[in-house]
């Protein structure tokens, strides 16, 4: 075979062309709604890394903890996604017994500061983690809801997730899945989200005046990953970047409490 350069140039553009067309074909076939956008962030450093320039809808879409104390961030953050979908519609949640471990449950105030109306909201809370998975591909198969999440607390496998991925892209609705289990393991995801918590900013009376979140995309289908300081303004319910985004060096250590679980219903 001759190599690459032995080509006319015309011919490796033409080359080039192709399969730039074959990477953006192929996603449409496995999922017919592959191409439409569930809602940008509103953020171009962190729309530019997602192939439709914003969170994908008919698709899987994982948020996971960076430890088990980052759960309550993580609920907040897949909750604030909810928020942004600019459907009218209700919002399904599937929780599982271990889905918020000690946590709490989700609660109006909280869902409010986090840009998701109570009122819109539809919580399904099951026995165990199989009746869960069901109640999200069944939501999904009804195309009724105008979005839906679960909280887990289990790693999907690969073909549950591709199962989940399938329903989510023949209804054209977006499923957010917060796992509580920290895995690296495969799955038919279009994103992967993992969320750690950061220290709020403050206003200048010393109350929280922001809430931020440390993201990390660490998958994307057809994407770039990234990392980022990200905040939530709970009057404007929209994202922002950190101030100290210029570094990198994130801290660890945290001890932020986010609105959308309730303290007093940890046990």
Not at 158 to 169: F, P
Request: aromatic share 6%; hydrophobic share 45%; charged share 20%.
């Amino acid at each position: 075979m001759k190599p690459a350069h032995a080509f006319p140039l015309a011919l490796q553009r033409n080359r080039a062309e192709i399969v730039d067309g074959l990477r953006r074909l192929l996603p449409k076939l496995e999922n017919p709604s592959a191409g439409k956008c569930a809602f940008s962030f509103g953020l171009p450093a962190l729309d530019a890394h997602l192939p439709q320039g914003g969170l994908a809808g008919g698709a899987l879409h994982e948020v996971i903890p960076e430890t088990e104390c980052d759960l309550p961030a993580a609920f907040g953050f897949a909750v604030a996604l909810l928020g942004r979908m600019p459907s009218d519609g209700p919002m399904l949640f599937v929780i599982s017994p271990r889905g918020l471990a000690a946590f709490g449950h989700p609660h109006g105030h909280g869902l409010d500061e986090l840009g998701l109306d109570p009122a819109r909201l539809i919580l399904v809370e099951t026995e165990d983690e199989v009746q869960a998975l069901w109640a999200l591909e069944e939501a999904l198969r009804s195309a009724v809801p105008a979005a839906v999440a679960g909280a887990i607390g289990q790693e999907l496998d690969l073909k549950t997730s591709r199962r989940l991925h399938l329903a989510a892209g023949n209804s054209g609705l977006p499923l957010i899945l917060l796992s509580a289990a920290a895995g690296m393991g495969s799955s038919a995801a279009a994103t992967r989200w993992r969320v750690g918590a950061a220290r709020a900013a403050r206003d200048r009376f010393g109350l929280p005046a922001h809430w931020r979140w440390r993201l990390r995309l660490e998958r994307c289908r057809n994407g770039r990953l990234g990392e980022w300081l990200v905040e939530w303004d709970h009057v404007a319910y929209r994202f922002s970047l950190a101030a100290p985004m210029a570094d990198l060096a994130f801290p660890r250590g945290t001890s932020a409490q986010p609105f959308g679980v309730r303290a007093a219903d940890r046990s």
